[in-house]
């Protein structure tokens, strides 16, 4: 009878432990994915906060900026990885490490790894940059806009271009005032300089916006 | 008696416009295409507000501001720096050492432009 009781006890411990580990795994998983969503939430609450208000200090498109929030973890990885390549050996890791930031939900994080790899992968960088500012979001759009911004390249300037007339007012003075920058600091391929300064009288002479 | 406006940009399309606005708002407006010819006309003619941009050729706008908080006669004029680059405020100093008061992103709407030389002319 004894025997019977401590088998019956035990199993229910037994029973006990597993829900209890289910329980645990499951609260890990949901706490991740709740973690990467939050990240979205932020940002989503952040733009909203700024777009409702009437008299904003900050740029929207300027929110998360690498340059403002430079103690983010993520960044200092990123700068810490570029810091180090000085051959090609360090080169290859580089890419690969770089390569895993893209699989993070935070869109800034993306774009600065994408603005890292472009000397190591161009291609790839571009790629994941025009995904991003062609996303549907604005607060996804705003860092691979201003990443394209950082890049010199045809490609870049192209993608910034075809985007200079987006529905989206803060998506729009983004892209203006990335090719502005482009264009102070003589980034841009001679090819494409007549275009561009028609490009911007054109948004002079269409909109109110001094630039 | 209408305010006096010192507009400093290299870009001659922005002075244009700037300056367009300006006078349809009723200001007097005086213009620069360099820091050095900025800061000349500044000593010179004493606006009532100055606005600046940052990259210009001869002399930047950041060294134009320092010189003219460094000449009592014109350490009080207020000055609105317009730029396409963000985060550089704090490398501008306002009159007595104090923060700059007017850093515009570009781009910016006229709108916001009139409105943030207003709230500077009032309070100066």
Not at chain 1, 58 to 79: D, N
Not at chain 2, 46 to 68: A, E, F, K, R, S
Request: with cysteine; glycine share 4%; net charge positive.
């Amino acid at each position: 009878m004894n025997e019977f009781v401590a088998g019956l006890l035990f199993g229910f411990a037994a029973l006990a432990i597993l829900s209890g580990c289910v329980v645990l795994v499951y609260w890990i998983k949901t706490r991740k994915k709740d973690s990467a969503g939050s990240k979205v939430r932020l940002l989503t609450q952040q733009y909203r906060a700024m777009t409702d208000s009437a008299a904003r200090d900050i740029p929207v498109e300027l929110l998360g900026r690498p340059e403002f929030i430079a103690s983010r973890m993520e960044f200092r990885k990123i700068e810490a990885i570029e810091a180090e390549l000085t051959n090609e050996a360090d080169r290859a890791i580089a890419q690969k490490l770089l390569n895993d930031f893209f699989t993070l939900d935070d869109p800034w994080v993306k774009a600065r790894a994408a603005k890292a790899l472009y000397p190591l992968d161009p291609k790839t960088a571009v790629g994941q940059l025009n995904e991003l500012a062609k996303n549907s979001s604005p607060f996804v759009q705003l860092p691979g806009i201003w990443a394209l911004g950082e890049l010199s390249s045809d490609r870049t300037l192209e993608i910034l271009m075809s985007m200079v007339w987006n529905k989206n007012p803060d998506v729009q003075k983004a892209v203006i005032r990335s090719l502005v920058l482009k264009d102070t600091r003589q980034q841009i391929p001679r090819a494409y300089r007549q275009k561009v300064k028609d490009l911007l009288n054109e948004v002079r002479y269409k909109t109110d916006w001094i630039l | 008696m209408p305010k006096k406006c010192l507009v400093v940009d290299d870009n001659p399309e922005t002075v244009d416009i700037v300056s367009t606005i300006l006078k349809k708002a009723g200001y007097d407006v005086l213009v620069a295409y360099d820091g050095e010819k900025g800061l000349s006309a500044a000593q010179t003619t004493l606006p009532d507000l100055i606005l600046l941009d940052i990259m210009m050729p001869v002399m930047d706008g950041l060294t134009m501001n320092q010189h003219l908080k460094e000449d009592p006669k014109t350490r009080a004029i207020p000055v609105i720096v317009m730029t396409a680059r963000s985060g550089m405020e704090p490398m501008f100093q306002g009159p007595n050492g104090s923060p700059i008061q007017g850093y515009l992103v570009k781009p910016f709407s006229q709108k916001e432009l009139l409105k943030r030389m207003d709230d500077l002319l009032r309070k100066d």
